[in-house]
């Protein structure tokens, strides 16, 4: 079965710290990749997402992505992380065809960044 | 605004009960889902549904069932068969609206409700 794997449960941070979160997953075939993420008392929302063409990928606030697809691998990153980017991030994927309706999520990383 | 609502936010029940949690939509969106957050576990999909009046099961429905009798809703009722109901559902739901041909990918989330057994 299809599975995602995010390396670390917990990161503390301080401000201007770089950031990068793991994630691995285990499906072979073409997949579509996303990172959600949840600010405290929010929704979850949709921070970026990869499909096809360039593996690097921005998102919103200035967080970035990249697919490595040899090491099945989509981590998240942020060169300085900013004490606002406290939250849940979730790693998720989603594998073609046919499988658009189900997206797998991993566990999550709960990042707090210290002032 | 455009959105999902969930209701209600917090809800607590006794054991042996059943409990419906409300999932309402105005994006015009085919595709609902409904999913549970555990700490630690991430999201794990319940059930979700492509179009009016069908819905499949996702990793976890034992003991949930739903209903998609309108575009808009998609009703999820949390059975006693339920072993270990306590958590937090969300509610999602996705374009393309009809006859769209590529999935944007994107879910879009309701604030969620906190269900507790006591």
């Known amino acids: 079965a299809q599975s995602v794997s995010q390396h ?61 697809k040899s090491k099945f691998s989509f981590n998240l990153r ?38 | 605004d455009g959105g999902i609502t969930q209701s209600p936010k917090y809800l607590f029940r006794k054991e042996g009960q059943n409990v419906t949690l409300s999932c309402e939509q105005n994006l015009n969106h085919d595709a609902m889902y409904w999913y549970r957050q555990d700490p630690g576990q991430g999201l794990r999909l319940i059930y979700y549904s492509q179009i009016v009046n069908d819905f499949q099961k996702g990793d976890i429905a034992e003991g ?32 393309p609206t009809s006859g769209r041909a590529i999935w944007s990918g994107e879910l879009f989330f309701g604030e969620g409700s906190r269900l507790t057994v006591l």
């Open chain 1, 78 to 115: 942020k060169p300085s992380v900013q004490w606002s980017d406290t939250a849940e991030y979730f790693c998720a994927v989603t594998s073609l065809p046919g499988g658009y309706n189900k997206l797998i999520f991993g566990a999550g990383t709960r990042l707090a960044v210290h002032p």
């Open chain 2, 64 to 95: 949930y069932s739903v209903s998609r009798e309108k575009k808009e809703s998609f009703p999820l009722t949390v059975t006693s068969a339920q072993k270990n109901p306590t958590a937090f559902y969300l509610c999602a739901s996705s374009a």
């Open chain 1, 8 to 68: 670390n449960h917990h990161v503390i941070l301080s401000e201007a710290a770089s950031l990068e979160l793991g994630c691995n997953y285990s499906y072979g075939g073409t997949v579509n990749l996303f990172w959600y993420v949840q600010y405290p008392g929010q929704h979850l929302q949709l921070l970026l997402k990869y499909f096809s063409g360039d593996p690097l990928v921005k998102g919103i606030k200035g967080f970035e992505a990249e697919f490595i």
